[in-house]
């Protein structure tokens, strides 16, 4: 597993992590989250994704922008404001298996959700972003949509091929 992290407007790589195929792509991305700085803004995909983290990244100052994770079911979150259709800043709780690990959390986050519709390994899916960037003033709906598809480029960019042989990865 590999966790790269690259500034977005410059696309020069900030640091990146290498572990085993056991190990999970959230635990190297703590190793290398120390060189975000308050006001960065971390964009990932949904394995990055969750109440607990999000609040991690808020507590340090970096704004996030992930997909949704595959457990959230954004229309039994409570709205707390409709910007315009399909995006909105809502309570997302942090369950409480995650708060007596770590009793700093709060109970609840306000994040914004905003209804995004890609091509994704060229099927057109559409699924939700999750972000900390609430002001839609200073972060419209598709600047923050395009910050994900740019995610999404410099992901595929990186894949490394590969070459299959008898089944084995060489």
């Known amino acids: 597993r590999s966790v790269v992290i690259f500034n977005l407007k410059s696309l020069i790589m900030i640091g990146h992590k290498a572990g085993p195929y056991l190990s999970g792509e959230m635990d190297l991305f703590r190793e290398l989250f120390g060189r975000l700085r308050p006001g960065d803004v971390a964009v990932g995909d949904r394995h990055f994704s969750g109440a607990n983290y999000y609040a991690e990244y808020l ?6 922008i992930t997909r949704e994770h595959q457990a959230l079911k954004v229309e039994k979150l409570k709205a707390v404001q409709i910007l315009a259709d399909r995006d909105l800043i809502v309570e997302m ?4 298996s995650h708060r007596r690990k770590n009793p700093a959390l709060p ?3 306000h994040v914004r959700v905003i209804q995004m519709t890609a091509k994704i390994r060229g099927k057109k899916e559409t699924f939700w972003l999750v972000t900390s960037l609430l002001d839609p003033q200073r972060y419209p709906a598709q600047e923050i949509c395009g910050w994900a598809r740019k995610r999404w480029k410099m992901r595929l ?3 490394l091929p590969c070459r299959y042989v008898k089944g084995i990865n060489i």
């Open 59 to 64: 507590n340090a100052g970096v704004g996030f």
């Open 93 to 96: 709780p942090i369950h409480s």
């Open 107 to 109: 109970k609840s986050i």
């Open 157 to 159: 960019s990186i894949n």
